[in-house]
């Protein structure tokens, strides 16, 4: 499957931003879908995923409660509403796509990747 993230942008600290994750190739309801961000000198860090049938979440600690993920099969596409935006938010944001519902917050059990769009958050 081929992943485009997109929907970055700037952003003052407390707004909003909504990212997209279009997907195209093998059937995308066959995927659990997840977001990862890197920020500069940092590893990429989980900051939520969601499965199939979009019923079932999980969030990092850090966005729970500003962020939430969700997805529409029939679009083929993949979004991560972020409110509330700080500057420690700052990053590239990744979208992925694991065939299996294990260890979904690994980077490394991810099969494929977007190639990133990039966040910033002005204080």
């Known amino acids: 499957v081929q992943l485009q993230a997109s929907g970055g942008g700037l952003v003052q600290a407390g707004g909003s931003l909504r990212l997209s994750c279009a997907a195209s190739g093998r059937t995308f309801s066959n995927y659990a879908m997840g977001w990862f961000r890197q920020a500069p000198g940092k590893e990429r860090e989980f900051v939520a995923y969601i499965l199939w049938s979009g019923d079932s979440t999980y969030y990092a600690d850090s966005v729970k409660g500003r962020f939430t993920i969700s997805r529409d099969n029939a679009k083929k596409t993949l979004y991560l509403q972020m409110n509330s935006l700080k500057p420690e938010d700052t990053a590239v944001y990744y979208c992925?796509?694991?065939?299996?519902?294990?260890?979904?917050?690994?980077?490394?059990?991810?099969?494929?990747w977007g190639q990133g769009t990039l966040v910033t958050v002005s204080s």
């Open positions: 992925a796509a694991r065939a299996r519902s294990r260890n979904l917050m690994d980077p490394t059990s991810y099969d494929y």
